[in-house]
């Protein structure tokens, strides 16, 4: 007989996690006092529990195992949701545990009680409060098995303080019964083949990737594919790197900040066949006139997603990694190297970032590929973000992960500490803003305390540099309230005094000549953190842009300073 509070813990070691962010409380004590000088796997305490739950969630990106955060209930749980939220839009795999007051006080307005299966009922994947603790093994079980499976996202499993401290059976099991979860739903031949007529009959082809195609890890899949069907292949921001970016057919990111020819190669399709993406506005700009005149054969896994934002010509639902190679089976090889090449001349119509004088994110970032070869890059939401997935390279060494679907400032910082957990082997680098560090920056002490050697590179351009950006170009520059400091104050805050109080080193780059010291300085500092604050003109744009509300036809490429 073991209390509850322990088969929680042999529930996380047989399902062979490694690395749990928690933040302890009161409801949730006894799973601490479980966890006591356990060595079996490794606990991290964040400094918030919004910087544990991104934590966590960059863990899971980068490595594709369940990430796992425990904290107790009241404030302590709902200060996950905004990450329950981002991993979940994202399809990342979360198991969150939280603490609960005990079963008869449920419904009476205990302290710090909060109803996390309703709060979380339109945001995570599945949700549930332990009532028996003889249900709570099975429980745990469930909980892994449903994160992971089909259409990854976040189980929030709530267990009141009662359900910790009862004793009962040691067993965890070792499988369980998921109502649906076993059904392989098949396809029609029919609709295969008809999909397969519609590419083979196509003048101008395109394959657009989506964040699916890394869930479904079906980057074999995918080059087998291109090297049969040879077309011009575009990305969305969650899906860059599902196909190198040095790939030769690769175009690059389509949507309201893609690149132009990759908007070109969309708006000048005849077939679009579009891999595990939600084709949400981001990608489309406006839908009502997103590519009027192309098929659209659109493969996911979530049937809610076909038909939801764009009308399909065929819609397949599964498994990419399965579907995919039933597709180029029945393809004949087929050649488009004049349409690829046209769209690649496409380019050349693109603005030229590296003609600008001075520091600029693309200089940085052009660094950061010839300086990091085996690395994560994890980017916060706002310019830095969109800078980042425009210039950086992404390979099978070089991955980047972002916060697509929710676009949630402060992941990036966090979340960088779960990738480098998870990948002790890589450089990890946070690219964030001035903005977005400010919302967790708390976690500075994580990394120092735990020795988590994680390069944070700010872009320092004194603003909220995305809406300033929009208001300057859509709102006759009322810069209303994105100005972050006074034009009498040198730094507010000072970065790197702040980083040096809590005993991190780092230095400010102000000329692009700087830039390769600051990038081998950085990398030198050995089980270390270290910040690099670049310092960028506030009116620096991401170019192009889409104006909001029209289509990819109407993409801004060039706007005066």
Known sequence: MISGAELVVKALIDEKVDVCFAYPGGQAIDLFDALYQRKEFRVILPRHEQGLIHA???????????????????????????????????????????????????????????????????????????????????????????????????????????????????????????????????????????????????????????GGVHRARAYKEIAAFIEMYNLPVVSTIMGKGSLPSNHPNYIGNVGIHGSYAANQAILNSDVLLALGTRLNDRVTGNAAVFCPFTKLIHVDIDPATIDKNVDTQIGLVGDIKEILPKITYMLYSKNHEKWLQEIKNKDLLSPVHMKEVGLTPEKIIQKINEHFSNAIVVTDVGQNQLWTTQFLEVTKERQLLTSGGLGTMGFGFPASIGAKLGNLKKDVLTITGDGG?????????????????????????????????????????????????????????????????????????????????????????????????????????????????????????????
């Open 56 to 210: 966590a969630d960059g863990y899971a990106r980068s490595t594709g195992k369940v990430g796992v955060c425990l904290v107790t209930s009241g404030p302590g749980a709902t200060n996950l949701i905004t990450g329950i939220a981002t991993a979940g839009y994202d399809s990342s795999p979360l198991v969150c545990i939280t603490g609960q007051v005990s079963t008869q006080l449920i419904g009476k307005d205990a302290f710090q009680e909060v109803d996390m299966v309703g709060i979380c009922r339109s945001i995570a994947k599945y949700a549930v409060t332990v009532r028996n603790r003889e249900d709570l093994g099975k429980i745990l079980k469930k909980a892994f098995v449903i994160a992971q499976s089909g259409k990854p996202g976040v189980v929030v499993v709530d267990i009141p303080k009662n359900i910790q401290q009862e004793l009962g059976s040691e067993k965890y099991p070792k499988e369980v019964a998921i109502r649906g979860g076993q059904k392989t739903q098949m396809i029609p031949l029919e609709k295969l083949e008809t999909a397969a007529e519609i590419l083979e009959a196509a003048k101008k082809p395109v394959l657009l990737l989506g």
């Open 437 to 561: 560090f400010q919302m967790n920056l708390q976690e500075l002490a994580t990394v120092m305390l735990e020795k988590i050697p994680i390069i944070i590179c700010i872009f320092n351009n004194e603003s909220l540099g995305n809406v300033r950006q929009w208001q300057e170009m859509f709102y006759d520059k009322r810069y209303s309230y994105t100005k972050l400091k006074d034009d009498d104050m040198s730094y507010l805050p000072d970065f790197i005094a702040l980083g040096r109080s809590y005993g991190v080193d780092g230095i400010r780059i102000t000329d692009e000549e700087e830039l390769d010291h600051a990038f081998i300085r950085a990398k030198g500092a050995k089980n270390q953190p270290f910040i690099l604050e670049f310092m960028l003109k506030t009116e620096q744009k991401v170019l192009p842009i889409v104006p909001p509300g029209q289509g990819l036809k109407e993409m801004i490429t060039y706007a005066d300073n």
